[in-house]
T-cell receptor, first 116, second 112 residues
Framework: NAGVTQTPKFQVLKTGQSMTLQCAQD?????MYWYRQDPGMGLRLIYY???????DKGEVPNGYNVSRLNKREFSLRLESAAPSQTSVYFC???????????????FGAGSRLTVL | KQEVTQIPAALSVPEGENLVLNCSFT??????LQWFRQDPGKGLTSLLL?????REQTSGRLNASLDKSSGRSTLYIAASQPGDSATYLC???????????FGKGITLSVRP
């Protein structure tokens, strides 16, 4: 029962470097999300994918790109990292529809990224 | 734009106390409201989900209530324990196909 798995758990980058955060879920959920969490700012949605093949911008998409590779996987890419992107990143997934479990988010453990 | 507020930001109580965590939201037209728990360095864990047509939900020592007309929800924790120490976040889903809006959370410390 892995749920939502994120890799890596920790990463240090230099300004201008690129990297991809990986996320995979094994619950057959349709929707997947990427959030960032910063002190005093709470959780903010970066991008989401309502279903395989679709992605949409959230509240803070600038500087990020995403790929919904298949139903299980949703990756977040930083093309040219900036110190302002130092944060803890969370991937989440949810079922959709009218079932009792729909819209309940399951979160990964987080990826702590530091950009120097 | 929906805004979710949780006050106070931090709370410290002695073990055994019954406590209430508050959540307020600005737009009463919601689809559901969810409460999450976050332990330090971990992800969020869903605790309770209240549909807009419901008034409350219970799970063990936790009871969450919803009053849409006043834009408020409370999470009641009975007989608090040190293991309840964590950050508690509420989140509002405005519509079935919309996205959650999170509050900033209340960091609870239960003293032995």
């Amino acid at each position: 029962n892995a749920g939502v798995t994120q890799t890596p758990k920790f990463q240090v980058l230099k300004t201008g470097q690129s990297m991809t955060l990986q996320c995979a879920q094994d619950m057959n959920h349709n929707s997947m999300y990427w959030y960032r969490q910063d002190p005093g700012m709470g959780l903010r949605l970066i991008y989401y994918s309502a279903s395989e093949g679709t992605t949409d911008k959230g509240e803070v998409p600038n500087g990020y790109n995403v790929s919904r590779l298949n139903k299980r996987e949703f990756s977040l890419r930083l093309e040219s990292a900036a110190p302002s992107q130092t944060s803890v990143y969370f991937c989440a997934s949810s079922a959709t529809g009218a079932s009792s479990g729909a819209n309940v988010l399951t979160f990964g453990a987080g990826s702590r990224l530091t950009v120097l | 734009k929906q805004e979710v507020t949780q006050i106070p930001a931090a709370l410290s109580v002695p073990e055994g106390e019954n406590l209430v965590l508050n959540c307020s939201f600005t737009d009463s037209a919601i689809y559901n409201l969810q409460w999450f728990r976050q332990d330090p360095g971990k992800g969020l864990t869903s605790l309770l989900l209240i549909q807009s047509s419901q008034r409350e939900q219970t799970s063990g020592r936790l009871n969450a209530s919803l009053d849409k007309s006043s834009g408020r929800s409370t999470l009641y924790i009975a007989a608090s324990q040190p293991g309840d120490s964590a950050t508690y976040l509420c989140a509002v889903l405005p519509g079935a196909n919309s996205k959650l809006t999170f509050g900033k959370g209340i960091t609870l410390s239960v003293r032995p």
